[in-house]
């Protein structure tokens, strides 16, 4: 990172530099990933989120959940779970792999973590989320960060647990401008987002309806963030983070970048794991590049990396041929 810039904003005393930060989603923001959306500009990256009952049960066996290279960072890794004393002793063992942050989620709508005491669930217990953030800043020398919802349809109480936060503890807290029940779906509110800006000191991240490059200064504008979290917006478009529209991104850069992510998958997971994983991400790339629908299920369906990658060239070459205007001069990017 280059020093003479200003920071955004710090998790402790560790700087992060930029304003877009790539969203903790399970299923999708694991190492491959993280590392294609940090070299294109990701401020801070956070891990899919690991359950603290796996992490103290099974450590080893989690591990590649949590797995981050050292160019990587800042990065931070999610854990989620109920009980304060787990959550606890599996942020003591997360810490050994030295993250830069370890977040606790707060927001996950998932009916089966909610129904657990986990994720959103944690709202609705205010004094147990004090108990939590007390007891994990006193144990670590790692900051300890939250991600949370604006509350349920019946208890908004946003403003509360902001200030609970911080007051025991939080380095900083990343906010979804939805309520439980509005899963992903309705309008964010940003207006909330400002009000927990103006009720805390501590770094507020802003999240949600952040779906092109315009609407990151938007929500900082609106709000007073320091930063803007984007997450459903970046599956299959991680140019956003290089403040690029889908629009703007020419055919035969996504072509690259598939072919980049793929052999990510590949190195990380295994030739199986790899392709079955990356199906995913490839459904999000190839379904705004204009191919027909069972040209892109052909191509998804592929059991083998070489079929797959031989019918996606095959199809950008046909798309190549009708549009020649559009692949100009490009010079190969390199991730």
Sequence with gaps: MDSARTPAFFLGRVPVYGDALLAPMDGFSDWPYRSICRSLGAALCYTEFVKAEFVVMAFEHIQPRMAFEEDERPVIIQIYGDDPDELLRAALLVQQKRPDAIDINLGCPDRRVNQGGAGAA???????????????????????????????EDCRNYRLIARILEENGAAAIAVHARTREQGYGGAADWDAIAEVKAAVRIPVIGNGDVRAVADIARMKSHT??????????????????ARLDRSQVPPETARQMIHCHLRRNLQFYGERKGLLFFRKHAIQYLKHQGFPRPERTQIIQQTEAQAFLDLLDAAYDRLASVRPAERGEEQPLRY
């Excluded at 205010?126 to 108990?131: I, S």
């Excluded at 007073?224 to 983070?241: L, S, T």
Aim: with cysteine.
């Design 122 to 152: 944690l709202l609705r217990q205010p004094l147990k989320v004090a108990r939590i953030f007390r007891a994990l800043s006193a144990a670590l020398e790692t900051p300890v960060t939250a991600k949370i919802r604006l509350g349920w």
């Design 224 to 241: 007073g963030c320091e930063a803007v979290m984007i997450g459903r917006a970046a599956i299959g478009h991680p140019w956003i983070f």
